[in-house]
């Protein structure tokens, strides 16, 4: 993968598949710790121990249908973060989702880039209207602190019956997304 942002939509389309109702996506920049963190979190179904062990295995799938590119998509994840000097951390109960967490050094020169957050965002919520998106972006120099919170739970509640992926509403979300990300300094990451 090019870039962390489609690592993260790599994550979201897991937890689809893993029949979630709300998927949280929080992507932090401390300047402070040098450390950019990410985390997806999901109530999907969840895995057990050894499926948790597996699922960092590159030639490990729950998909049964999948051919060839088997369960890349977390291994390479984890190779990334670790090659660039970070971390990564999944946590599951079966029942009740999973969490996967990755920090990358800000300075380590083998970090990706995050890439295009905005569109990864986006697509993940016109394209699974059902679902509900908590979305948290925060970051962290000495001087400040700023924040970006984007709920579709929300934003469900204020439409009534007008869906999430109708055309005016995608152009209101793709709008308030881009400033949030303006706002918290994740363009350039």
């Known amino acids: 993968m090019q870039d962390i942002s489609l690592h993260l939509l790599d994550v979201i389309q897991n937890s689809v598949s893993a029949s979630a109702k709300c998927v949280k996506v929080r992507v932090l920049q401390n300047v402070v710790e040098n450390r950019l963190r990410t985390i997806v979190e999901d109530d999907g179904t969840g895995m057990d121990s050894h499926t948790l062990q597996k699922a960092q295995d590159s030639l490990y799938s729950t998909k049964k249908e999948q051919v060839k590119n088997v369960g890349l998509g977390i291994p390479l994840f984890k ?27 800000l300075d380590n020169l083998d970090r990706l880039p995050l890439g295009n957050l905005k569109d990864t ?10 679902l509900d998106f908590n979305i948290h972006l925060l970051y962290r120099d000495n001087a400040k602190e700023l924040c970006f919170n984007f709920d579709t739970k929300e934003v469900r509640e204020e439409l009534g ?22 706002k918290t300094n994740m363009e350039d990451v």
């Open 79 to 105: 190779q990334n973060a670790e090659q660039a000097g970070g971390a990564f951390r999944m946590a599951s109960e079966l029942g009740h989702g999973t969490v996967l967490t990755a920090d990358f050094p």
């Open 161 to 182: 019956e007008i869906p999430l992926n109708y055309p005016d509403v995608i152009e209101y979300i793709d709008q308030t997304l881009y400033e949030g990300i303006q």
């Open 121 to 130: 965002l986006l697509n993940s919520i016109i394209g699974h209207p059902q």
